[in-house]
């Protein structure tokens, strides 16, 4: 249990702590990032998760290098890092010098957990978004987890995973997988159970990790379905706790681990304290009544002339 985090043992006998920090936030200066990473290094988060699209991966690296220079961690083996593959990089022969970039902006030798972001690939470039729906491309999901192996076995990366990835789209995967994905992170809370995904991960190894674990209200595609659940509103006013700490102790109790984003100090600490008290049966099974909705559609990647002409081609409408 690192800095009071409860850690899981993934399937590739890596340990990762099971509540991270997201760094998802398009357009925000880098020294409002920095300064962040550093503060939630302080109150104890060890996790941090960034992709190749946020633009994060460069102040997160700063980020550790001033963490290290100050004393605040000791190594850098002490933090758990995890980066994602763009979509115009999710091509066999590009997904090595991505990641080998990605180490670049972290200034890291290695990342501990890597994921393909999307199952879908665009067109190789810059990215930008939103995307021309004619660069959408099938992704050939044999080749690009391939070179994810290869990254494995280079040491490059730890463990490496997927992210939106539906039962169909795993089993797909898994079928020519030498080294099987360690972790599939997936929209994931109180409002979206997503338990026949959360089952099929379950018995095939591969840890579920959510993001949105909220609902995202901050976010154009964002709800209001978890911090405005009646549901949720009378169990944490039951235990003198927040919505956000009941919403995220429900996905801890589902053996998800989760990722949280918040730049402000208190709440950050505030979402760090769900590990010693727990829902009762009662409890969850009021939870598992709330009404399903999902959150981000999933509709950018729909394209008469892509690879899924409807959302339930993406999604493969896993309930």
């Given at each position: 249990m690192e800095g009071g985090i409860p850690e899981a043992v993934?399937?590739?006998g890596e340990r990762i702590p099971l509540i991270g920090m997201g760094t998802g936030s398009p357009s925000t200066p880098h020294d409002v990032f920095i300064s962040a990473f550093i503060t939630a290094m302080e109150v104890g988060y060890r996790h941090f998760d960034t992709a190749a699209t946020y633009g994060s991966e460069a102040p997160l690296g700063k980020a550790i290098a001033l963490a290290l220079q100050e004393g605040l961690i000791m190594t850098r083996d002490e933090l758990f890092i995890t980066s994602k593959l763009g979509c115009t990089d999710a091509h066999h022969d590009r997904v090595l010098p991505a990641l080998k970039q990605t180490l670049q902006n972290l200034e890291l030798d290695y990342i501990d957990l890597y994921l393909i972001h999307w199952p879908v690939s665009l067109k190789?470039?810059?990215?930008?978004?939103?995307?021309?729906k004619e660069d959408l491309l099938p992704m050939d999901f044999k080749?690009?987890?391939e070179a994810m192996e290869e990254c494995q076995r280079l040491g490059l990366v730890k463990s490496i995973g997927v992210s939106n990835f539906s039962c169909k789209k795993l089993a797909q995967l898994m079928v020519n997988a030498k080294i099987p994905p360690a972790v599939n992170q997936v929209e994931l809370n109180p409002a979206w159970q997503q338990r026949k995904l959360r089952d099929f991960c379950?018995?095939?190894?591969?840890?579920?990790?959510?993001?949105?674990?909220?609902?995202?209200?901050?976010?154009p595609w964002g709800s209001l379905a978890v911090m405005e659940s009646p549901i949720l509103k009378e169990i944490a006013a039951a235990k003198g706790k927040s919505i956000a700490q009941v919403a995220l102790r429900w996905i801890y109790q589902q053996g998800a681990s989760v990722?949280?984003?918040s730049f402000n100090k208190?709440?950050?600490k505030q979402n760090l304290k769900i590990f010693d008290w727990e829902l009762s049966e009662e409890e969850l099974l009021q939870i598992s009544q709330i009404p399903q909705c999902k959150g981000f559609s999933g509709e950018p990647f729909i394209s008469a002339s892509g690879p899924y002409k409807t959302l339930q081609e993406l999604w493969d409408e896993d309930p």
């Open positions: 993934m399937n590739s190789p470039g810059e990215f930008k978004f939103p995307f021309d080749a690009v987890w379950k018995e095939n190894g591969i840890l579920v990790s959510a993001w949105s674990p909220l609902g995202a209200n901050g976010a990722i949280v984003k208190e709440r950050m």
